[in-house]
C-alpha cells in the first residue's frame, strides 16, 4: 500500500512538473515587437507596405524580396537602413496563418500600396527610448549568413540592418 501511494505521488509530480514546463514555453512563443500596432494578439504576420515586405511574429523575422527570392532575415535590407519600424503603416494580416505570406504579395502590393494608410495605429513600445534610431545597418557582410536563410534559389548578397 505504501509503495502504491508513492508511485502515485511520483506521477502526480511528473504530470505537474510537465504541464509546467509546457506553459512556460509557450508564453515566449509569438510576441508581437515593440513597434508593433496595439490589440492584436492572434496575429502571425504583418505586411509593411513601405518596405514591401512582411514581418514573422513567430519566428521574428522579415520577409522580403531579393533578386526573385524570397528571403527571410532578423534585419531589414540595407536600403532601409533609416526606416523607423514604429513610423510605419503595418497592415496586419489576421486572415493568414500559412506560412508564406508572399503567396498573396501581388494583390497586397496593390491594395496596401507604399504610402498606404489604413486606421490610426499607437505602437506598442515607444521609440523614445531608441532616440528614433529604431533600424541600424551593420552593412553588408559578404556570404556569412548571420541566421538569415533563403526561401527558394537566390543570391545572399543583402544587408543586415537591425531594427
Not at 510537465?18 to 510576441?31: C, E, F, K, P, R
Given at each position: ?7 502515485a ?25 515593440a ?41 531589414l ?87
Amino acid at each position: 500500500m505504501k509503495t502504491l501511494k508513492l508511485i502515485a505521488l511520483g506521477i502526480i509530480l511528473f504530470a505537474s512538473s510537465a504541464i509546467h514546463a509546457q506553459v512556460s514555453v509557450n508564453v515566449n512563443l509569438g510576441t508581437p515587437p515593440a513597434w508593433g500596432p496595439v490589440g492584436y494578439s492572434n496575429v502571425d504576420y504583418y505586411y509593411l507596405p513601405d518596405v514591401e515586405a512582411y514581418y514573422d511574429i513567430r519566428a521574428t523575422q522579415f520577409i522580403y524580396l531579393n533578386r526573385g527570392t524570397w528571403i527571410r532575415s532578423r534585419y531589414l535590407p540595407g536600403q532601409y537602413r533609416n526606416y523607423n519600424l514604429y513610423n510605419g503603416y503595418k497592415v496586419i494580416l489576421n486572415d493568414y496563418h500559412g506560412s508564406k505570406p508572399y503567396g498573396n504579395f501581388k494583390s497586397h502590393k496593390v491594395k496596401y500600396y507604399k504610402g498606404y494608410h489604413g486606421k490610426p495605429q499607437k505602437s506598442i513600445g515607444s521609440s523614445r527610448s531608441n532616440n528614433n534610431k529604431v533600424y541600424k545597418n551593420d552593412g553588408n557582410k559578404g556570404n556569412q549568413n548571420n541566421g538569415d536563410h533563403k526561401e527558394g534559389k537566390g543570391n545572399n548578397g543583402h544587408g543586415n540592418g537591425k531594427h
